[in-house]
């Protein structure tokens, strides 16, 4: 799975300074998250590929880093960086935007382009994972 290293390369650069509590939030969002995609990288480095296809979770990490990075992403860049074929990306899209975890906007200037991105609850979801996440692998034995 060769996706995780162009989205990462795709959205280099860090998001704008902001208070210290909720930037180190967002540093430890990015991280996580970043993590995920390294972990998803070196699986697939020794296991075939087939074996783990995950479009939705695929897509929720995209989304999730883009959003930790204060950047957009267009349905088709989406797509893009998903490694599945681009009808099994937007069949996902569409499943997770009914599930209420993402969303469509219209571009303003350019009326054929959408962005998506994590929706409120989407986006809790994916901060609420990374906390447990953290929390379960910093506990003390």
Do not use: N
Not at 18 to 44: G, K, M, P, V, Y
């Amino acid at each position: 799975m060769g996706y995780q290293r162009d989205f990462r390369d795709s959205l280099a650069g860090s998001a704008p300074a902001a208070a210290a509590a909720t930037q180190a939030h967002d540093d430890h969002l990015e991280q996580c998250l970043e993590q995920l995609i390294s972990d998803r990288e070196r699986r697939s480095a020794h296991f075939a590929a087939s074996l783990f296809s995950d479009p939705a979770w695929d897509i929720l990490l995209a989304l999730a880093l883009a959003e930790a990075r204060q950047q957009r992403l267009t349905v088709t860049g989406l797509c893009a960086l998903v490694d599945a074929p681009s009808t099994t990306a937007l069949r996902w899209i569409a499943a997770l935007t009914r599930a209420g975890l993402l969303t469509r906007r219209d571009d303003a200037t350019d009326k054929r382009r959408k962005f998506i991105e994590l929706s409120p609850a989407g986006s809790a979801s994916m901060s609420g994972y990374c906390k447990a996440r953290h929390a379960a692998t910093t506990r003390a034995p």
